[in-house]
C-alpha cells in the first residue's frame, strides 16, 4: 500500500456527505462570488483567530499582497523576511515594488532569527514578514519589539500554521496583520484556491475589503485601485464545514509527530523537529534533517512512501532572483538545512503502522 506525503481522498470520505450538501446548497443559491457564505466563513475564521475582522480572498499569495498593499508599502520601500519558505512570500513583496530583503533561520525552529532581523533595518525597512514554518510559530514577542522600536509594519506568514499557538495566542493575530492560505493540501484547506486576510486594525480591514473586489464602493463606482481577489462561495461553504474539525485535525497531526518522535529518538542520525516552550506546532509538515537525504528519499519511494522537500533551493539562490541581484548574499543556515531536509507524511488520517513503518525504515538506512 502507497503511503502518500498528504491524503485529500482520506479526508474528503470521512465528512463527504456534509461536503456535498454544503456545495449543493450554494449551487441551488447561485451565491457564487462573495455572499453570504464567505461573510458567514469570514466572521467564523475572525473568533477562530481571536481577531476583530477577517477578509476572504482569492489565495495567500493574494492575502500578502493586499496586506502590503493596504499598509501603503510598495516602490523603494524594503520588507525583511525569510529565504526559507516557499516563493510566495517574496513574490508578494516584489509584487507590489518593494524588495525583499532576506535574513537568515534558526537551525532548529527553521524560521526567521530573530537576533538577526535589527541589524538588517534600514530606514527603507517598512514592513517585516515572518513565517511560520511547518506550523511551528516565530518567536513573536522579541521580533513585535523591534518592530515597534523602529515603527515598522508586521504581516504574519501563517499559510502553513492555521490554530498554532505563540505564548497561547493564535498566530495571525500577533502582528498588524495576519495572512492564510486555503490550497487544498494547508492544514485548513478548500476545493481549490483560497485565502483569509485577518487584523484588529480597522484600516487594514477596509482597505483589503475594497481593494479585493475591484476598488469598488458600489456596483460601478470605483474610489481606488484594486483587483479581483475575491473567494468564492463554494470554497467558503466547504471551508465552513472544515473549520470545525481543524482542532480535532491538528490534535492528530501532533499525535502523529509524537509517534514519529518517539520511533525516531534512538536513532543519533536524525535531527528531529522542535517545539520551543513558547510554541503549540501544528504539523503542516514533519520535517527532519539526516545525512544522504536524497538517498534515503529514494528508499523511501522504493517501499511506496511519497516523501518532499520543503524547500530545496532557499529562495535567495533561485534563478529568478540571480537576475536582481538577490543571489549574492551568504545565508548561510537556510543552504545548509536546505541540503538535509526532509518532509515526512503526517496528515491527521495517517495509521500509527504507517508510521511505524516509516519509522523502521530509516532506522534500517
Ligand atoms: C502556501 C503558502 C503561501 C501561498 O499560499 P497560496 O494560497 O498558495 O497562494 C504563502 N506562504 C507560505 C509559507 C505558504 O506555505
Request: charged residues 25%; aromatic residues 8%; contains cysteine.
Amino acid at each position: 500500500m502507497k503511503i502518500p506525503l498528504v491524503d485529500l481522498k482520506a479526508q474528503y470520505s470521512s465528512i463527504k456527505s456534509e461536503i456535498d450538501n454544503a456545495i449543493a446548497k450554494v449551487i441551488a443559491k447561485t451565491s457564487f462570488i462573495l455572499g453570504e457564505e464567505v461573510s458567514s466563513f469570514e466572521n467564523e475564521f475572525s473568533n477562530f483567530c481571536d481577531t476583530r475582522y477577517a477578509v476572504g480572498v482569492s489565495s495567500g499569495t493574494a492575502a500578502l499582497q493586499l496586506a502590503l498593499v493596504s499598509l501603503g508599502i510598495g516602490e523603494g520601500d524594503e520588507v525583511i523576511t525569510t529565504p526559507f519558505t516557499f516563493i510566495a512570500t517574496s513574490e508578494s513583496i516584489l509584487e507590489v515594488g518593494a524588495h525583499p530583503v532576506f535574513v537568515d533561520i534558526e537551525e532548529d525552529t527553521y524560521n526567521i532569527d530573530v537576533k538577526l532581523v535589527e541589524k538588517a533595518i534600514t530606514r527603507k525597512t517598512k514592513a517585516i514578514i515572518p513565517v511560520h514554518l511547518y506550523g511551528h510559530p516565530v518567536d513573536m514577542d522579541p521580533l513585535m519589539e523591534i518592530a515597534r522600536k523602529h515603527n515598522i509594519a508586521v504581516i504574519e506568514d501563517a499559510c502553513q500554521a492555521h490554530g498554532a499557538l505563540y505564548k497561547g495566542r493564535k498566530v495571525g493575530s500577533i502582528g498588524d496583520a495576519g495572512c492564510f492560505s486555503f490550497y487544498p493540501g494547508k492544514n485548513l484547506g478548500c476545493y481549490g484556491d483560497g485565502g483569509m486576510l485577518v487584523t484588529n486594525n480597522e484600516q487594514i480591514f477596509e482597505k483589503t475589503k475594497l481593494l479585493r473586489d475591484h476598488g469598488r464602493s458600489d456596483k460601478y463606482t470605483h474610489i481606488a485601485h484594486g483587483y479581483n481577489f475575491r473567494l468564492d462561495g463554494i470554497q467558503a461553504a466547504i471551508l465552513k464545514v472544515k473549520l470545525k474539525y481543524l482542532e480535532k485535525w491538528n490534535d492528530k497531526r501532533r499525535k502523529n509527530a509524537g509517534i514519529y518522535n518517539e520511533g525516531l529518538s534512538p536513532l543519533g542520525s536524525v535531527t528531529q523537529p522542535v517545539e520551543k516552550e513558547y510554541a503549540k506546532h501544528v504539523y503542516h509538515l514533519y520535517v527532519i534533517r539526516i545525512k544522504e537525504r536524497d538517498k534515503l528519499k529514494l528508499l523511501l519511494s522504493e517501499n511506496s512512501i511519497d516523501t518532499g522537500i520543503h524547500y530545496p533551493i532557499p529562495l535567495h539562490k533561485q534563478p529568478v532572483y540571480k537576475k536582481i541581484g538577490l543571489s549574492d548574499k551568504k545565508l548561510p543556515v537556510s543552504e545548509k538545512c536546505a541540503k538535509d531536509i526532509l518532509s515526512l507524511p503526517i496528515y491527521a488520517e495517517l495509521e500509527e503502522d504507517d508510521i511505524r513503518k516509516i519509522c523502521n525504515l530509516i532506522a534500517e538506512f
